[in-house]
């Protein structure tokens, strides 16, 4: 395999949505043919990275038993462990990019690798060139995917305060015969009062009011 550099490549320790590094960038290249280990892994060494090198799946896996590197190059068929099983473990884990390096063009194995949550699928032998921005892009649409799923969650938590201040309110209005406008400003008065979160004082009432259906 011949190892090659182009121009115009963004260095591999580049944040491309930061747009700063504070250290090189960690592959794991895994592969059973030694030869793809040394030439993907001397190249990728060339251009910046810091490169972790497995023979197989399992030791793949405890390779990253600690510590997780930012993406992973992974040939899709190895004995024992094969390359889309590797990828679905070490998603399960840590959500790691993975980018399959694989003989075989064929279409079902590309689709396959796509439902296993490949971000890119290169052909043997690919040059350094080509494995580059495929890694950088994985990267860097994992993170987008992860500020996704953090947005989600931060969405997710703030309808749930919603629903339970919505409930909190109509326990107010049922209990002090307060009008809707009053019970929310009743609860909010409170929140003041006690230098506390709107949110907080909604979940006490809930569960002070599962205490008495409980003991009712």
Known sequence: MTEETAPGIPPPGTDLTAGAAARARIVLVVDDDPLILVTVGDGLRRVGYEVWSAAG??????????????VALVDMRMPGMSGLELA?????????????LSAYDDLELVREAATQGAYSYLVKPALIRHIVPALETAMVRARDVAEIEGEQDRLRGVLEGQQEISVAVGIVMERQRMSRVAAFNHLRGEARNHRRKLREIAAEYLAAEERLNRGA
């Open 88 to 100: 679905e473990a070490l998603l399960d884990r840590a959500h790691l990019p993975v980018v399959f």
């Open 57 to 70: 799946g399992q030791e793949a896996m405890a390779l990253t038993q600690q510590t997780m590197p930012d």
